[in-house]
């Protein structure tokens, strides 16, 4: 249980060991904690154990916390609670609640975690999201009610209030709470100047919270623009070291690989020996390099989607709601977008001849893949390049390990990444000790083994993904998502919870991946290293923390999508698709 005081100083809260409590214990609402049953969701986190209660009483709170450790539903619970009992006390005429966050993706998935929980309550509140590109007849339609909870990144708020859509003086008599979540985010984003504006709205009596994982001087910056007097929430885990960002439950380790190209190799034995669980995430600093990367596993009938800011949001959106489904194991992503484009333009290598004509990408200043993104039950997150910064790797490993879970991080470090690596290792090295002792040196001997066994014929692949194949692919992949993305935005405004339409995961090689290559052959495999690889499996078994195969929507949905419009309209064509159907049942 929290110790907290009635002081009026803010104060920094710290958790005892009290784990048995329950959401009950929170005396949150039946109809909350029937919905919490039906989500499976049975004890709170320590986050929510100590913010909840706070919440409720009405006190502005400043929650830091872990990545995965539940923020979300540390205000939202609370938020829906006081709704519940207020709902049609009076005539409102701006949504109650504001719920700001950094990026559209984040607005969704808020967004889509609020509409659930108010629909296994059966309660009788409105939730909306409002994202950019909305015309405004759209927001005027979005925000006619006026709804109960409104989820949006600032600069959409901003337009409403420019628009004449939301009144200044509605949001003074109306608005009684107001969440930034991913807090360290929304100035990086560049929405500072639109919460500056916002902020001059906000009445005094608005009660204010803030939820971030990592601290930083943005953070220091809005809770002194917004906030009264918050309690500050610092929630390390339960017997977990103070300083530490990442989970104890994730398990991390590096592997120092030779050079950038043994990092395929590597990469590859990893997963065909299955040293490491899926569903897996996989992190490079570039778009190219994740479609190289794409291009090389599935010639080793690995099949993967790339995740990055050039795609249209809808596609983006769908490929996370299909990887969350467990549609495909495979996510290659790349966590830049506005706050990240120095980084892809920093760290981009030279190609080739013509690398330096081609056009800088157009990326989605509002693209934020790893923050606060919710990846549902991800075994694995594999750095495949370090990130640049320290913060970068907290948010990429944190997406393993989420609530109650447990995961593993390996990183690649080739020796030009060893300096980084170091500096990130540092940072979140215990102080008192100076020991980085939570990323070990991956433990199997029998990778190295793996590795000599796939060499061959993995460099002779690596040969033939050139780097017109990836420019090739990537611009492929672009038409098809686009296409895609027209369908996806009219078929789900009539069918939100359809998902196994589109594939992400198509095969981008012109040819099919050679047939010899899906297996390792039996004189390639050394019979030390497929004991190690069983040994890893079995111990995985053990923990429990082999992903079960999921079923596949699309298998109870077949006589359904024989009918569906979207079918005849795929960015493959008919031959390709028999093609990949032949290929799939082989
Ligand atoms: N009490 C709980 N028990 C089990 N699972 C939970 C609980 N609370 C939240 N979760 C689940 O844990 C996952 C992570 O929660 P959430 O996204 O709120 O974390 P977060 O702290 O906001 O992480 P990040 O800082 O990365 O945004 C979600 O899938 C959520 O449904």
């Known amino acids: 249980m929290a110790n907290s005081s009635n002081t009026t100083q803010k104060e ?8 048995n409590q329950s959401f009950e214990d929170l005396s949150l609402d039946p109809r909350l904690l029937r919905a919490l049953i039906k989500k499976g969701i049975k004890k709170p986190t320590p986050i929510q154990r100590v913010a909840i209660p706070l919440i409720l009483e009405g006190k502005d709170v400043v929650a830091r916390a872990k990545t995965g450790s539940g923020k979300t539903f540390a205000y939202l619970l609370p938020m829906l609670q006081k709704l519940l009992l207020d709902s049609g ?16 993706e984040l607005c969704h998935q808020v967004y889509s975690e609020v509409t659930s929980i108010i629909e296994l309550c059966k309660a009788q509140l409105k939730a909306v999201q409002l994202i950019r590109g909305m015309t405004a007849a759209q927001m005027k339609q979005t925000m006619s009610g006026p709804p109960d909870i409104l989820v949006s990144t600032p600069a959409c708020v901003l337009t409403c209030l420019k628009a004449g859509i939301l009144q200044p003086k509605a949001i003074q008599d109306s608005l009684s709470m107001l969440v930034l979540d991913e807090a360290d985010l929304l100035l990086n984003y560049g929405h ?12 005094k009596r608005c009660q204010c919270l803030l939820m971030s994982a990592t601290p930083s001087a943005d953070v220091e910056k809005l809770k002194k623009l917004i906030l009264h007097n918050p309690y500050i929430l610092t929630l390390p885990e339960v017997g977990g070291n103070k300083d530490e960002l990442i989970p104890n439950n994730v398990n991390q380790s590096w592997v120092s690989c030779k050079s950038d190209h043994d990092k395929f190799i590597y ?8 040293f490491v669980a899926k569903k897996m995430l996989i992190f490079t600093n570039t778009i190219d390099m994740g479609f ?8 080793f009938a690995f099949r993967s989607a790339v995740l990055n800011a050039e795609l249209p949001q809808n596609s983006r959106l769908h490929m996370i709601e ?26 981009k290598k030279p190609e080739g001849k013509n690398s330096r004509k081609r056009k800088k990408p157009k990326l989605d200043a509002e693209f934020g893949v790893v923050r606060g993104i919710d990846f549902k039950n991800v075994l694995t ?27 593993a991080s390996v990183s690649l470090v080739s020796p030009d990444e060893m300096e980084a690596f170091d500096e ?4 979140l090295s215990d102080k008192e000790s100076g020991k980085a002792y939570f990323i070990n040196s991956f433990n199997s001997k029998g990778l190295d083994e793996a590795v000599k066994s796939l060499r061959y014929r993995a460099e002779d692949i690596l040969r033939s993904v050139t780097s017109f194949c990836v420019r090739e692919s990537r611009a492929q992949d672009l038409r098809n998502e686009i296409l895609n993305s027209e369908k996806l935005k009219s078929h789900f405004e009539a069918n939100p919870r359809d998902l196994d339409l589109l594939k992400h995961d198509k095969v981008l090689s012109k040819k099919e991946p050679p047939a010899h290559l899906r297996n390792i052959p039996d004189y390639l495999v050394d019979p030390a290293t497929q004991e190690a690889s069983n040994i890893v499996k079995l111990t995985r078994l053990a923990m429990g923390n082999n992903r079960k195969p999921s079923q596949r929507p699309s298998q109870k949905r077949k006589s359904k999508r024989k009918r569906d419009p979207l079918k005849t309209l795929s960015g493959e064509g008919s031959n390709q698709r028999n093609k990949r159907k032949r290929s799939n049942q082989k």
Do not use: C
């Open 267 to 274: 990469i590859l034995a990893l997963l065909k020996y299955e």
């Open 12 to 19: 920094e809260i710290e958790l005892d060991d009290e784990e």
């Open 89 to 104: 006390s009076n005539k409102r005429l701006a949504p109650s609640s504001f719920i700001l966050v950094p990026t559209r």
């Open 292 to 299: 190289r990367l794409k291009l090389f596993l599935e010639k």
């Open 424 to 427: 990130i290792k540092a940072t």
């Open 322 to 347: 299909e990887f969350n489904a467990g549609l495909f194991d495979y996510l290659i992503a790349t966590d830049i977008g506005q706050a990240g484009k120095d980084q892809e333009d920093s760290v």
């Open 381 to 407: 997150v594999i750095n495949f390049e370090v990130p640049q910064t320290a913060s970068g790797y907290v948010h990429r490993v944190g997406r393993t390990g989420r609530a109650f879970t447990t995961g």
């Open 192 to 203: 500072g100047d639109d919460l500056r504006s916002l902020t001059a709205h906000v009445p």
